[in-house]
């Protein structure tokens, strides 16, 4: 379970509002590789994994993710937070603002809705973790895209670049959690394809097991 | 809230905040070191500060967490996270 600590991980006060930046930092609220993706991704891979410490470390980095999801939405918050209709039309933001306001929605920058489709769970550690660390990749490579845009908004800027240090501490601990899982393996200790688990129909199994 | 009290609850939160960092980042760096002694020699040390740092928090401010009973109306009247408003 989770109980709410009523503080931000990094502290947000943004003194320059601008929808034009809350246009593109959405993505990471509800873009393929934002938050709310690494939250569900690793929170719903971790109840199929085989040993200890990658359950361990997909826990609370997908805790830690939900804290992001939290930072990601306060700055488009305020970024948008009492800002001018003319304005909102100057940023492109017709179209978001017609149907969520000034709400934070899930939504990419190119303005899709967040989809499941976004994450994987394949029951299989390596597939899993290797995901895991491509998403962390691909993750670090939008703050920087983001970094670029917003490079006049010192605040923003400082945001993202801490969220970005993030991403790269969170793929350092995946790898880590790979590597001993390629060791246990090698000593046997774990079974990538165990059948039990990955084939619960068994006359699949008894097939397998003949060869 | 005098201006000096505004100060201290400020300092007192961005202290808070930094300990619960130094615990998020050095639990996870336990997780896959489980047998360096210095890394949790560090992480039990910010656990011990943590406590002490919400304990006062709550007692002179308002709530971080809804565990903690004191000053509990101002769990809903209190600013946001995600306000960042200076009150
Ligand atoms: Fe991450």
């Given at each position: 379970m989770w109980t709410y600590n009523k503080f931000l991980q990094y502290p947000i006060k943004i003194k320059e509002k601008d929808p034009r930046l809350a246009r593109i930092i959405i993505s990471q609220y509800g873009?393929?590789?934002g938050e709310l993706s690494a939250s569900l991704r690793y929170l719903s891979q971790r109840?199929?994994?085989?040993d200890s410490t990658s359950k361990a470390v997909l826990n609370d980095i997908g805790t830690e993710e939900l804290a992001h999801l939290e930072i990601v939405g306060t700055l488009v918050h305020q970024l948008t937070d009492g800002v001018s209709i003319k304005e909102i039309e100057k940023a492109g933001l017709k179209p978001y603002y017609t149907d969520y306001g000034v709400d934070v929605f899930?939504?990419?920058?190119?303005g899709v809705p967040w989809n499941a489709s976004y994450i994987a769970c394949k029951n299989d550690p390596i597939a899993n973790l290797q995901e895991d660390l491509a998403a962390e990749q691909k993750a670090r490579a939008v703050y920087e895209k983001l970094i670029d845009l917003c490079r006049d908004n010192v605040d923003v800027v400082d945001v993202l670049r801490y969220l970005r240090q993030r991403e790269i501490v969170h793929f350092q601990r995946f790898d880590e959690t790979l590597d001993n899982i390629h060791e246990r393996l090698a000593q046997k200790k774990?079974?990538?394809?165990?059948k039990e688990f990955t084939m619960p129909n068994k006359e699949i199994k008894i097939i397998e097991d003949k060869d | 809230m005098s201006n000096e009290a505004k100060k201290l609850k400020e300092e007192l939160l961005e202290e808070i905040r930094a300990c619960h960092f130094a615990i998020t980042d050095s639990s996870l760096f336990l997780d896959t070191h489980p047998g360096n002694r210095k890394a949790m020699r560090y992480y039990k040390n910010q656990c011990e500060k943590l406590k002490e740092l919400e304990d006062k928090y709550q007692e002179m401010f308002?709530?971080?967490?809804?565990?903690?009973?004191?000053?509990?109306?101002?769990?809903?009247?209190g600013a946001w996270p995600w306000e960042g408003s200076d009150e």
């Open positions: 873009g393929p590789d109840f199929g994994m085989p899930p939504v990419s920058a190119a774990i079974f990538v394809n165990n | 308002e709530p971080l967490c809804i565990t903690s009973p004191c000053n509990r109306l101002k769990w809903v009247e």
